[in-house]
């Protein structure tokens, strides 16, 4: 059995302000997908970012490369891209960094990845409490079409950061369907947003290209990089006062996160 996508079913966002509709389908989904974020020159030059990253790093087969913001302009943009930022702000308010920056690229004619969960291999984030917090918002830029399924779409399973028990262990095993997953359909430039907590996997690639993600993880101050140990210096020294602040580099006179922690870094 191979999954379809759901027709006429999906949790479509429109750019810019959290909406309460938003809200709704994303406590009960999980994600949002936001159509027409990137134009087709923009998404065209982060696309082109994306592969000389990869190029640079001498990635094989399936791959991601970290904090390429730093050294590529049209990615740095991204960062708090007015499309996405203010339903990042909804969810977490004016307290959240940047923790990670991940280019992924799938090879041609690439296979399923695995079901799971985002969080961390030194701690899993369903020992936290129940419901599993939202502690890694994922924003997802398309920058290779997605249209139509086995093209390197994300499959998630609406809901499933609800569930109290986790993806059968066989399924997970062997990369099995699941007649829930929905395939996210949509095209280059839309960008998937999901909680970290949703159940979910790579599925196949039947082109003759590398299919490329850049996916932006935004999260509480306190939570550690995952994808650079300490910011480079020169991008804080040329970089905006807000993506500074994103990047976790703020003034704190007494202690971490303690009274000196600036009230908000947002001009609005």
């Known amino acids: 059995m191979t999954a379809e996508p759901f027709q006429g079913l999906n ?27 990137l134009s087709a020159e923009q998404t065209k030059a982060c696309l082109e970012a994306a592969t000389r990253l990869h190029e640079q790093e001498g990635t094989t087969g399936w791959a991601q ?36 920056a991940w280019c992924t690229k799938q090879p041609a004619f690439g296979g399923f990845g695995g ?21 890694q918002l ?34 997970r095993r062997e990369k099995g369907d699941v007649p829930i997953g929905q ?3 949509a095209p280059a430039g839309s960008v998937l947003l999901f909680h970290n907590a949703v159940w979910h996997r790579t599925f196949a690639h039947d082109g003759d290209y590398d299919r490329y993600t850049m996916h932006y993880i ?22 905006t006062p807000v993506r500074r602040y994103l990047a976790g580099e703020f003034e704190r006179p007494d202690a971490p996160f303690g009274a000196g922690y600036p009230a908000k870094a947002f001009e609005d």
């Open 218 to 239: 935004y999260s509480p101050p306190w939570v550690r990089f995952s994808d650079r140990f300490a910011n480079d210096k020169d991008y804080l020294a040329r970089t």
């Open 138 to 171: 994922r924003a997802s830029y398309l920058l290779t079409d997605q249209s139509l399924p086995r093209m390197g779409n994300m499959e998630m399973i609406p809901g499933s950061h609800r569930a109290q028990v986790p993806l059968p262990a066989d399924i």
């Open 115 to 135: 079901w799971h969960q985002d969080g961390s291999g030194a701690y899993d984030f369903k020992q936290l409490s129940y419901p599993i917090p939202l502690l």
């Open 11 to 37: 949790a479509i966002s429109e750019p810019g302000a959290f909406t309460e509709l938003d809200r709704f389908m994303f406590e009960s989904w999980g994600y949002l997908v936001i159509p027409g974020v």
């Open 65 to 100: 490369v970290g904090r390429g913001f730093e050294t590529e302009q049209v990615l740095e943009d991204l960062i708090d891209h007015p499309a996405v930022l203010p339903k990042v702000r909804a969810l977490y308010g004016v307290r959240f960094i940047l923790q990670s």
């Open 183 to 185: 395939v996210i359909c």
